[in-house]
């Protein structure tokens, strides 16, 4: 597609030019990049905006397509920054992703017989990222501010876990079987559980 596919180094041209580019240049929305050639050469109006000018110095660069060159044909990015014909969901993946460090407690949330769910909900504990009620608050959202098992204090990662009598006393009782003195945060707790 001459105005959506990113055929050229500008991307797709509807971005480069804009809106008005398909009456600009009296190319369909619709047309492909071959539409735009007539006779072996491009055939474009005379410019009328700076982009439409930068165009048409571009495309001096670009052979137009032609029967005789063959079939267009996906090309894919690959590791090594080349184009090829095979895709890889891998190589995708990770041109991309933004790289971060990877954390400390990432084996005790991502091992191999892991629950998704399970790991997914504990995964966004340790990154503090749990709709919690202070975080509800934050975005604007009505709703009461108390824990929701104890209602004595304000809802927060840290209460929900280790302050709130419910679960300071389940934590208490579980982890006091394993630690003489359990750890009072998610991550100690974590560090511990991948040290061993």
Not at 155 to 169: A, D, G, Q, V, Y
Request: charge should be positive.
């Amino acid at each position: 597609m001459f105005w959506f596919d990113s055929w050229s180094d500008l991307g797709p041209l509807i971005d480069f030019i804009g809106a008005t580019g398909p009456r600009q240049l009296r190319i369909r929305l619709s047309a492909s990049v071959a539409d735009a050639t007539s006779n072996g050469e491009w055939h474009l109006p005379s410019a009328r905006s700076p982009q439409a000018e930068a165009l048409q110095i571009h495309l001096t660069t670009i052979q137009p397509p032609s029967q005789s060159r063959g079939e267009d044909q996906f090309l894919w990015l690959q590791a090594n920054g080349t184009f090829g014909s095979s895709f890889s969901s891998r190589v995708t993946w990770e041109s991309i992703r933004t790289y971060s460090p990877i954390k400390p407690w990432y084996k005790v949330i991502w091992f191999k017989q892991h629950i998704p769910r399970n790991s997914f909900i504990s995964w966004l504990a340790l990154l503090r990222r749990l709709p919690t009620r202070d975080r509800l608050r934050r975005w604007g959202m009505t709703v009461p501010e108390g824990c929701v098992l104890c209602s004595s204090a304000a809802e927060t990662h840290h209460h929900l876990f280790f302050e709130c009598s419910f679960s300071s006393s389940v934590w208490s009782y579980y982890a006091g079987r394993i630690w003489p003195n359990p750890p009072q945060d998610l991550h100690s707790a974590a560090a511990w559980i991948s040290s061993s």
